[in-house]
């Protein structure tokens, strides 16, 4: 970024955030004058991350989202770096099976919840303790259009999906009132992550969509400030559907 905002004050960390969906939501944040720890597993691309961001404002902790010493060592490191943590957004996820669910291995179907679901409940937990059990602040977990619907192939990545729109109502009940914590149900963005859904056939992909095109990282992005934002103070325990206007075509031949 070649000139940085006024600095906001506020500090979010958000998992997931080397590239793709995560990066987006990291780069808004920075736009408004966030300060914000990222994390990733591959150290020199979340290095990369951190310099095209702003290193400035902006701190990377490289490490497995499921790992409880790496959970600890982001909210420590951004509790040292920034001295507070008004906003989580768990991005991080995976989805390494693609198939029916009938045949999914168990252990497959264990990895995905660590990283989809579990990883986030425990960010929340240190984030909570940490900083926003006194202080207030948002959590926005993202979660998927798949954990709204049967989901063909992807079956594991959507079940752990709706797992975590649940996790999202417990903790906003939970978390109440100081804490607001919401979900983001994109469709298919353009990213690596979601590559195999669209390569090679993007036009064809796009063309199912009302809004005619694919989303893209800035759109989950926006999405994400709105709902650490004044402007979403009364807003908790929800999911915001950002799908392109996909899910207008249920049940239509």
């Known amino acids: 970024m070649t000139e940085l905002p006024e600095p906001s004050g506020r500090v979010a960390i958000v998992t997931g955030a080397s590239r793709g969906i995560g990066y987006g939501v990291a780069e808004e944040l920075v736009a408004r004058g966030d300060r914000v720890c990222i994390t990733g597993r591959g150290e020199d691309a979340l290095k990369e991350a951190v310099e095209r961001l702003g290193a400035e404002r902006v701190i990377g902790v490289a490490g497995k989202a499921h790992d409880l010493g790496h959970q600890s060592e982001v909210v420590e490191r951004t509790m040292a770096a920034f001295g507070r943590v008004d906003f989580l957004v768990n991005n991080a996820g995976t989805n390494p099976v693609f198939g029916p669910i009938a045949d999914l291995d168990l252990d497959v179907a264990r990895k995905v919840f660590e990283t989809n679901v579990i990883s986030a409940l425990g960010f929340a937990q240190k984030t909570w303790h940490a900083w926003q059990k006194d202080n207030g602040g948002a959590i926005v977990n993202i979660a998927s259009v798949a954990g709204l619907s049967a989901s063909p192939f992807i079956g594991a990545y959507g079940v752990s999906k709706a797992a975590m729109i649940n996790l999202t109502q417990q903790l906003a009940h939970e978390f109440a009132p100081r804490v607001r914590v919401n979900a983001i149900a994109p469709a298919v963005v353009k990213t690596k992550f979601a590559q195999a859904l669209y390569e090679g056939r993007e036009e064809e992909a796009a063309a199912a969509y009302p809004l005619a095109r694919l989303g893209v990282p800035s759109d989950i992005g926006g999405a ?17 559907v950002v799908d392109g206007g996909i899910f207008l075509n249920a049940g239509v031949s």
Not at 226 to 237: A, E, H, K, N
């Open 224 to 240: 994400a400030a709105f709902l650490t934002s004044t402007q979403s103070d009364w807003i908790t325990g929800q999911t915001l």
